[in-house]
């Protein structure tokens, strides 16, 4: 099993490029399935989760092509036949449950594991079930699997008793070829939702309301394939951001969307934090003294739960008292007893964490329990005494390309061993 070794103290300079958004092009990947013809992705980032949603497609009959030098992605899915679809690679990643609303869309049917829960949540997929049913879907589900099948998909009205990014996505899936209109009242306004809806939208699809809680779909007859380059990741700007606060660095991070990152600027600026922004580059200035800040997770354009973990790791390098409170997940405070190892005082209230924060980091040898928190573990090795050890990073590899490559270009002392 690898692992990173950091050596922390080191101050980093310099630039680092950001890649496209992990949580955009899985969907975009998905959405492929609806136009039965080629379609090229690029600037894609590669990383474990594509790979596997793309493993996924061509166990379906799609054709993939892989170019790691030019980070492209061709996918095509002329050949895309409804087989019973692989649960071990459903298991293996929940977005894979992506697929379920472009296969309903092309084929009328589909049959697939219900996606486990994971380490944060016990993620259900009611609402998706829900979105499906409302455009006449029957759903039957036995032993772990779902079997969804309709003659015809009937556009309707559907109100998400939570605005979820999934279901959103996979409900607009599901009613782009749909007879009629659909419209989901409390959409998740994410903007990787809205990226999605614009390469629909470029594939010929008709969606309105892009962005906000209120998306109107017009279902169309037929998609073609396109070329589609996904936003850049704002978790992993903001990831970057944090480094350069919490080792006290300058760095400049290229490839962000000012507009996808406001709450971060806002409660880094709100703690001392100096950022200038230069058209699609961000300046970030950690060198000042900072102030602690509450921090609560909410829906976009809320705090991001993504970026719950790497502020607490900030935080708890900051004087005085921090409480964050994770309104999205249930179970999203694993990385504390982790933190705790490394000298953090943390205590956990409820859906509330108190980060009693200042006190000495020394290096020690810490497990990434999910993607998010094996960031936040490396960030704070970064201002730790001495030597950390994170194991389990294929979790971080999950989200982030290159990670360490990007942090030892910016000076860290990272080694993946
Ligand atoms: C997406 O997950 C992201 N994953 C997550 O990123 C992100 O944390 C999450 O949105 C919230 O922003 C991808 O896009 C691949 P949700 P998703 O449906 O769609 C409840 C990362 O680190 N819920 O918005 O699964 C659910 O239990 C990952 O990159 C239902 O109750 O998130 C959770 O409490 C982690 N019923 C809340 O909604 C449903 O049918 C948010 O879930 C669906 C969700």
């Known amino acids: 099993m690898s692992k990173f070794i950091i050596k922390g103290g080191e101050t980093l300079s310099g630039e680092v490029n950001i ?18 013809d080629k379609c090229v992705i690029e600037n894609c980032p590669m990383l474990l989760d594509v790979f596997v949603i793309t ?34 690679l459903v298991r293996k990643m929940r977005g894979s449950f992506f697929i379920a609303g472009p296969m309903i869309s092309r084929f009328g049917k589909v049959k697939m594991a219900l996606p486990g829960g994971c380490n944060i949540g016990t993620r ?15 759903i039957n589900i036995d032993h ?31 009613s782009v070829l749909a007879e009629g209109e659909t419209i989901i009242e409390n959409a998740a306004e994410e903007p990787e939702v ?57 760095i400049k991070i290229n490839g962000i969307n000012e507009e996808h990152i406001k709450p971060i600027i806002a409660k880094l600026a709100e703690m001392g934090v100096c950022m200038e922004k230069y058209d699609n580059s961000l300046i970030v200035d950690g060198r000042r003294k900072l102030k602690p800040v509450d921090i609560k997770t909410m829906p ?25 409170t994770e309104t999205i997940f249930e179970n999203r405070f694993m990385h504390v007893p982790e933190m705790t190892r490394m000298g953090a005082n943390i205590k956990i209230d409820g859906r509330s964490a108190i980060i009693h924060g200042g006190t ?36 971080v590899d999950r989200g982030y390309v290159s990670i360490e490559k990007k942090l030892q270009n910016l000076g860290a002392d990272i080694k993946r061993m």
């Open 300 to 324: 976009y354009p809320g705090f991001p739960t993504d970026m719950q973990p790497q502020i607490m790791a900030l935080l708890c390098c900051v004087d005085g008292t921090s409480v964050i």
């Open 55 to 88: 493993d996924l497609l061509k166990t379906l009959g799609a054709k993939i092509n892989i170019d790691l030098l030019e980070n492209k992605l061709e996918i095509d899915t002329s050949y895309v036949k409804c087989t019973d679809i692989d649960s071990e």
């Open 194 to 250: 809205a990226d999605l809806s614009n390469f629909l939208n470029k594939m010929g699809a008709n969606i309105s309301g892009i962005g906000t809680d209120r998306i109107t779909i017009k279902g169309v007859k037929k998609l073609k394939g396109v070329t589609y380059r996904p936003i850049y990741d704002r978790i992993e700007v903001g990831t970057f951001m944090i480094a350069a606060v919490i080792s006290k660095s300058l």
């Open 360 to 395: 000495e980091f020394t290096g020690c040898s810490v497990k990434a329990t999910d993607l998010r928190a094996g960031a936040a573990l490396i960030l704070l090795a970064l201002a730790a005494e001495g030597e950390t050890e994170v194991t389990d990073i294929y979790h």
């Open 124 to 138: 259900p997929v009611d609402l998706h079930l829900k979105g499906f049913k409302a455009l006449g879907v029957n």
């Open 144 to 174: 772990g699997f779902v079997e969804a099948s309709t003659s015809k998909l009937l556009g309707s009205k559907i109100y998400l008793d939570f605005p979820s990014v999934g279901a959103t996505e996979n409900i607009i899936m599901a």
């Open 19 to 36: 890649s496209s958004a992990k949580n955009a092009v899985l969907p975009i990947i998905a959405a492929t399935i609806l136009s039965g």
